[in-house]
Protein backbone atom coordinates (compact mmCIF):
# COMPACT_ATOMS: atom_id res chain seq x y z
CA UNK A 1 0.00 0.00 0.00
CA UNK A 2 1.15 3.13 -0.60
CA UNK A 3 2.47 5.38 1.82
CA UNK A 4 1.14 9.11 2.77
CA UNK A 5 2.85 12.01 1.54
CA UNK A 6 2.30 14.40 4.16
CA UNK A 7 4.38 17.49 2.53
CA UNK A 8 1.27 18.22 0.82
CA UNK A 9 -2.73 17.91 3.10
CA UNK A 10 -4.27 16.88 0.00
CA UNK A 11 -1.63 14.51 -1.40
CA UNK A 12 -1.63 12.52 2.17
CA UNK A 13 -5.38 12.44 2.08
CA UNK A 14 -5.46 10.77 -1.13
CA UNK A 15 -2.96 8.29 0.15
CA UNK A 16 -4.56 7.37 2.75
CA UNK A 17 -7.84 7.02 0.97
CA UNK A 18 -6.41 4.59 -1.29
CA UNK A 19 -4.87 2.69 1.61
CA UNK A 20 -8.34 2.71 3.05
CA UNK A 21 -9.95 1.18 -0.37
CA UNK A 22 -7.84 -1.42 -0.38
CA UNK A 23 -8.02 -2.72 3.27
CA UNK A 24 -12.10 -2.72 3.06
CA UNK A 25 -12.21 -3.80 -0.34
CA UNK A 26 -14.41 -7.03 -0.05
CA UNK A 27 -14.21 -6.86 3.91
CA UNK A 28 -16.68 -8.85 5.44
CA UNK A 29 -17.13 -8.30 9.48
CA UNK A 30 -17.25 -10.14 12.21
CA UNK A 31 -20.73 -11.14 13.78
CA UNK A 32 -21.05 -11.05 17.16
CA UNK A 33 -21.85 -13.85 19.28
CA UNK A 34 -25.29 -11.96 20.47
CA UNK A 35 -26.73 -8.51 19.22
CA UNK A 36 -25.03 -5.48 20.53
CA UNK A 37 -27.02 -3.09 21.67
CA UNK A 38 -25.81 0.63 21.16
CA UNK A 39 -26.82 4.22 22.58
CA UNK A 40 -25.71 7.20 20.66
CA UNK A 41 -25.50 9.83 23.18
CA UNK A 42 -23.79 13.33 23.26
CA UNK A 43 -25.86 15.79 25.40
CA UNK A 44 -24.08 18.82 23.33
CA UNK A 45 -25.75 19.09 20.13
CA UNK A 46 -24.11 19.30 16.69
CA UNK A 47 -21.33 16.74 17.06
CA UNK A 48 -22.62 13.94 14.34
CA UNK A 49 -24.98 11.54 16.62
CA UNK A 50 -27.49 11.00 13.83
CA UNK A 51 -24.91 11.24 11.70
CA UNK A 52 -22.95 8.62 12.73
CA UNK A 53 -25.51 6.17 13.90
CA UNK A 54 -26.75 5.90 10.09
CA UNK A 55 -23.37 5.43 8.46
CA UNK A 56 -22.00 3.43 11.09
CA UNK A 57 -25.15 1.23 10.74
CA UNK A 58 -24.68 1.43 6.99
CA UNK A 59 -21.07 0.36 6.94
CA UNK A 60 -21.87 -2.37 9.37
CA UNK A 61 -24.70 -3.60 7.01
CA UNK A 62 -22.41 -3.25 4.19
CA UNK A 63 -19.99 -5.77 6.23
CA UNK A 64 -22.57 -8.38 5.81
CA UNK A 65 -24.20 -8.05 9.59
CA UNK A 66 -27.95 -7.44 10.17
CA UNK A 67 -28.18 -4.15 11.75
CA UNK A 68 -31.20 -2.81 13.13
CA UNK A 69 -31.78 1.63 13.55
CA UNK A 70 -34.12 2.95 16.31
CA UNK A 71 -34.82 6.26 15.68
CA UNK A 72 -35.79 7.55 19.07
CA UNK A 73 -35.17 11.47 18.42
CA UNK A 74 -39.05 12.94 17.66
CA UNK A 75 -37.14 15.02 14.89
CA UNK A 76 -36.54 11.93 12.96
CA UNK A 77 -33.51 13.05 11.43
CA UNK A 78 -32.30 9.45 11.13
CA UNK A 79 -35.42 8.21 9.74
CA UNK A 80 -34.58 10.82 6.78
CA UNK A 81 -31.69 10.06 5.81
CA UNK A 82 -31.79 6.63 5.77
CA UNK A 83 -34.95 6.69 3.20
CA UNK A 84 -37.76 5.82 5.95
CA UNK A 85 -41.00 6.78 5.31
CA UNK A 86 -42.19 8.59 8.59
CA UNK A 87 -45.10 10.81 7.84
CA UNK A 88 -47.64 11.19 10.84
CA UNK A 89 -49.34 8.17 10.89
CA UNK A 90 -46.92 5.83 10.02
CA UNK A 91 -46.54 2.95 12.75
CA UNK A 92 -43.11 3.96 14.35
CA UNK A 93 -41.25 3.70 17.56
CA UNK A 94 -43.77 6.07 19.76
CA UNK A 95 -46.48 3.19 19.40
CA UNK A 96 -44.25 0.53 20.73
CA UNK A 97 -43.16 2.88 23.51
CA UNK A 98 -46.90 4.29 24.48
CA UNK A 99 -49.21 1.80 23.29
CA UNK A 100 -46.88 -1.87 23.36
CA UNK A 101 -46.92 -2.57 19.63
CA UNK A 102 -44.65 -4.94 19.17
CA UNK A 103 -41.39 -3.73 17.75
CA UNK A 104 -41.59 -6.21 14.30
CA UNK A 105 -44.70 -3.97 13.54
CA UNK A 106 -42.68 -0.74 13.17
CA UNK A 107 -39.52 -2.03 11.28
CA UNK A 108 -38.89 -1.07 7.86
CA UNK A 109 -36.75 -2.38 5.55
CA UNK A 110 -33.40 0.28 3.93
CA UNK A 111 -34.14 -0.19 0.50
CA UNK A 112 -30.51 0.80 -0.81
CA UNK A 113 -28.46 -0.97 2.10
CA UNK A 114 -29.51 -4.96 2.19
CA UNK A 115 -29.29 -6.09 6.24
CA UNK A 116 -29.85 -2.67 7.15
CA UNK A 117 -33.94 -1.94 9.03
CA UNK A 118 -35.32 1.15 10.44
CA UNK A 119 -37.80 1.32 13.49
CA UNK A 120 -38.52 4.94 12.34
CA UNK A 121 -39.58 8.03 14.68
CA UNK A 122 -42.79 10.23 14.11
CA UNK A 123 -43.94 13.95 15.13
CA UNK A 124 -45.97 12.06 17.56
CA UNK A 125 -42.64 11.30 19.36
CA UNK A 126 -42.59 14.59 20.84
CA UNK A 127 -45.32 14.15 22.96
CA UNK A 128 -44.15 10.59 24.61
CA UNK A 129 -42.26 12.98 26.80
CA UNK A 130 -45.43 13.70 28.96
CA UNK A 131 -46.89 10.66 28.22
CA UNK A 132 -44.30 8.44 29.90
CA UNK A 133 -44.21 10.10 32.96
CA UNK A 134 -47.83 8.29 34.50
CA UNK A 135 -46.66 4.90 33.26
CA UNK A 136 -45.43 1.89 35.16
CA UNK A 137 -41.68 1.10 34.40
CA UNK A 138 -41.54 4.42 32.13
CA UNK A 139 -37.60 3.59 31.94
CA UNK A 140 -37.99 -0.12 30.39
CA UNK A 141 -40.32 0.15 28.02
CA UNK A 142 -37.70 0.56 25.17
CA UNK A 143 -35.94 -2.75 26.17
CA UNK A 144 -38.57 -4.57 27.16
CA UNK A 145 -39.71 -4.16 23.58
CA UNK A 146 -36.66 -5.26 22.29
CA UNK A 147 -35.72 -7.92 24.09
CA UNK A 148 -39.34 -9.40 23.21
CA UNK A 149 -38.32 -8.43 19.40
CA UNK A 150 -35.47 -10.87 19.59
CA UNK A 151 -37.02 -13.70 21.39
CA UNK A 152 -39.61 -13.62 18.30
CA UNK A 153 -36.90 -13.52 15.97
CA UNK A 154 -35.64 -16.57 17.74
CA UNK A 155 -38.97 -18.64 17.88
CA UNK A 156 -39.59 -17.63 14.04
CA UNK A 157 -36.42 -18.66 12.80
CA UNK A 158 -35.19 -14.99 11.74
CA UNK A 159 -31.86 -14.24 11.35
CA UNK A 160 -31.10 -12.26 14.27
CA UNK A 161 -29.91 -8.84 14.26
CA UNK A 162 -26.07 -8.20 15.41
CA UNK A 163 -25.88 -4.88 16.23
CA UNK A 164 -28.81 -2.50 17.35
CA UNK A 165 -28.34 1.55 17.06
CA UNK A 166 -30.37 3.56 18.78
CA UNK A 167 -30.38 7.01 17.88
CA UNK A 168 -31.78 9.57 20.76
CA UNK A 169 -31.87 13.16 21.05
CA UNK A 170 -29.48 15.54 23.05
CA UNK A 171 -31.62 16.54 26.32
CA UNK A 172 -31.48 13.90 29.16
CA UNK A 173 -35.50 13.50 28.86
CA UNK A 174 -37.31 9.70 29.76
CA UNK A 175 -36.43 9.21 25.81
CA UNK A 176 -32.84 9.62 26.70
CA UNK A 177 -33.08 7.74 29.77
CA UNK A 178 -35.03 4.72 27.80
CA UNK A 179 -32.34 4.19 25.46
CA UNK A 180 -29.76 4.50 28.24
CA UNK A 181 -31.76 1.46 29.84
CA UNK A 182 -32.16 -0.75 26.69
CA UNK A 183 -28.47 -0.82 25.18
CA UNK A 184 -25.46 -2.05 26.76
CA UNK A 185 -22.79 -0.16 24.94
CA UNK A 186 -22.42 3.69 24.71
CA UNK A 187 -21.10 5.38 21.56
CA UNK A 188 -20.22 8.87 21.98
CA UNK A 189 -19.32 10.76 18.96
CA UNK A 190 -16.98 13.89 20.09
CA UNK A 191 -16.40 16.70 17.71
CA UNK A 192 -12.96 18.06 17.08
CA UNK A 193 -13.32 21.48 18.26
CA UNK A 194 -12.77 23.53 21.32
CA UNK A 195 -16.01 22.71 23.26
CA UNK A 196 -15.46 19.05 22.54
CA UNK A 197 -15.15 17.56 26.36
CA UNK A 198 -17.92 20.27 27.75
CA UNK A 199 -20.60 18.28 28.83
CA UNK A 200 -19.02 15.25 28.53
CA UNK A 201 -18.13 15.00 32.40
CA UNK A 202 -21.47 15.48 33.03
CA UNK A 203 -22.77 12.75 30.52
CA UNK A 204 -20.37 10.23 32.06
CA UNK A 205 -21.90 11.18 35.47
CA UNK A 206 -25.38 10.57 34.32
CA UNK A 207 -24.30 7.47 33.11
CA UNK A 208 -23.11 6.33 36.47
CA UNK A 209 -26.81 7.35 37.71
CA UNK A 210 -27.75 4.97 35.03
CA UNK A 211 -25.78 2.26 36.05
CA UNK A 212 -26.49 2.67 39.69
CA UNK A 213 -30.59 2.45 39.48
CA UNK A 214 -31.56 0.87 36.01
CA UNK A 215 -28.71 -0.75 34.33
CA UNK A 216 -25.35 -2.59 35.74
CA UNK A 217 -24.30 -4.21 32.39
CA UNK A 218 -24.26 -0.29 30.62
CA UNK A 219 -21.15 0.87 29.87
CA UNK A 220 -18.97 3.59 27.43
CA UNK A 221 -17.66 1.17 24.86
CA UNK A 222 -16.35 3.50 22.09
CA UNK A 223 -15.58 6.70 21.61
CA UNK A 224 -15.53 8.45 17.70
CA UNK A 225 -13.78 11.25 17.09
CA UNK A 226 -16.17 13.48 14.55
CA UNK A 227 -15.51 16.56 12.18
CA UNK A 228 -11.81 16.01 12.28
CA UNK A 229 -9.48 18.19 10.41
CA UNK A 230 -6.08 16.98 10.71
CA UNK A 231 -4.83 20.35 8.82
CA UNK A 232 -5.75 22.23 12.30
CA UNK A 233 -3.81 22.36 15.43
CA UNK A 234 -6.68 22.46 17.42
CA UNK A 235 -8.28 19.19 15.77
CA UNK A 236 -5.11 16.98 16.70
CA UNK A 237 -4.96 18.74 20.50
CA UNK A 238 -8.19 17.73 20.65
CA UNK A 239 -7.91 14.42 19.56
CA UNK A 240 -4.82 13.87 21.56
CA UNK A 241 -6.38 14.84 24.61
CA UNK A 242 -9.35 12.74 24.29
CA UNK A 243 -6.99 9.75 23.50
CA UNK A 244 -5.27 10.33 26.56
CA UNK A 245 -8.49 10.37 28.79
CA UNK A 246 -10.17 6.99 27.23
CA UNK A 247 -7.05 4.93 25.97
CA UNK A 248 -9.11 1.99 25.69
CA UNK A 249 -12.51 3.31 24.34
CA UNK A 250 -11.67 5.54 21.65
CA UNK A 251 -11.16 3.90 17.81
CA UNK A 252 -8.50 4.89 16.18
CA UNK A 253 -10.54 5.50 12.75
CA UNK A 254 -11.16 9.44 12.94
CA UNK A 255 -14.61 10.92 10.56
CA UNK A 256 -13.05 13.62 8.67
CA UNK A 257 -15.33 17.52 8.11
CA UNK A 258 -17.13 16.84 5.04
CA UNK A 259 -19.13 18.38 2.59
CA UNK A 260 -20.52 15.10 0.79
CA UNK A 261 -21.52 13.72 4.27
CA UNK A 262 -23.28 16.85 5.39
CA UNK A 263 -25.16 16.67 1.79
CA UNK A 264 -26.20 12.87 2.07
CA UNK A 265 -29.31 13.16 4.44
CA UNK A 266 -31.08 16.27 2.07
CA UNK A 267 -31.00 13.14 -0.69
CA UNK A 268 -32.56 10.65 2.31
CA UNK A 269 -29.15 8.65 1.87
CA UNK A 270 -26.35 7.85 3.65
CA UNK A 271 -22.96 9.02 2.54
CA UNK A 272 -22.32 5.37 2.20
CA UNK A 273 -24.78 5.18 -0.88
CA UNK A 274 -24.58 8.95 -1.89
CA UNK A 275 -20.65 9.05 -2.84
CA UNK A 276 -19.12 5.56 -1.56
CA UNK A 277 -15.87 6.38 -2.57
CA UNK A 278 -15.53 9.66 -0.83
CA UNK A 279 -13.15 10.26 1.91
CA UNK A 280 -16.12 10.60 4.49
CA UNK A 281 -17.44 7.24 3.24
CA UNK A 282 -14.30 5.46 3.63
CA UNK A 283 -13.77 6.66 7.06
CA UNK A 284 -16.94 5.49 8.09
CA UNK A 285 -16.38 2.01 6.74
CA UNK A 286 -13.16 1.78 8.61
CA UNK A 287 -14.34 3.25 11.61
CA UNK A 288 -17.50 -0.01 11.66
CA UNK A 289 -14.76 -2.17 10.91
CA UNK A 290 -13.01 -1.74 13.62
CA UNK A 291 -15.70 -1.49 16.49
CA UNK A 292 -17.11 -5.01 14.68
CA UNK A 293 -13.41 -6.54 14.92
CA UNK A 294 -13.08 -5.25 18.63
CA UNK A 295 -16.83 -6.76 19.56
CA UNK A 296 -15.31 -10.07 18.42
CA UNK A 297 -12.33 -10.04 20.13
CA UNK A 298 -14.51 -8.81 23.43
CA UNK A 299 -16.70 -12.13 23.02
CA UNK A 300 -13.55 -14.09 22.16
CA UNK A 301 -11.98 -12.49 25.96
CA UNK A 302 -15.22 -13.61 27.78
CA UNK A 303 -15.49 -16.93 26.47
CA UNK A 304 -11.66 -17.33 27.09
CA UNK A 305 -12.01 -16.02 30.67
CA UNK A 306 -15.67 -18.54 31.01
CA UNK A 307 -13.74 -21.38 29.93
CA UNK A 308 -10.56 -20.84 32.26
CA UNK A 309 -13.01 -20.34 35.13
CA UNK A 310 -14.96 -23.56 34.13
CA UNK A 311 -11.63 -25.32 34.23
CA UNK A 312 -10.13 -24.22 37.51
CA UNK A 313 -13.65 -24.72 39.19
CA UNK A 314 -13.42 -28.52 38.27
CA UNK A 315 -10.11 -28.85 39.17
CA UNK A 316 -11.03 -27.78 42.14
CA UNK A 317 -13.87 -30.12 42.56
CA UNK A 318 -11.39 -32.93 41.31
Known amino acids: MPEADETTPLAAQLAEDVRRRIKLQGAVFPSPSE ?3 FTIANQKGGVGKTTTTVNVAAALAMGGLNVLVIDNDPQGNASTALGIDHHSGVPSIYDVIIDDVPLGDVIQPCEAVPGLFCAPATIDLSGAEIELVSMVARE ?3 RNAIRDHVLWREREGLKPFDYVLIDCPPSLGLLTINAFVAAREVLIPIQCEYY ?4 LTQLLKNIELIRGHLNPDLHVSTILLTMFDGRTNLAREVAEEV ?3 FPDETIESTIPRSVRISEAPSYGQTV ?3 DGG ?16 RGALTTTDHQGR ?4 TAEAEKENR
Do not use: C, F, W
Open 243 to 245: RSH
Open 140 to 142: NRL
Open 278 to 293: STGALAYREAAQEIAE
Open 35 to 37: PRV
Open 306 to 309: GQQN
Open 196 to 199: ALEG
Open 272 to 274: LTY
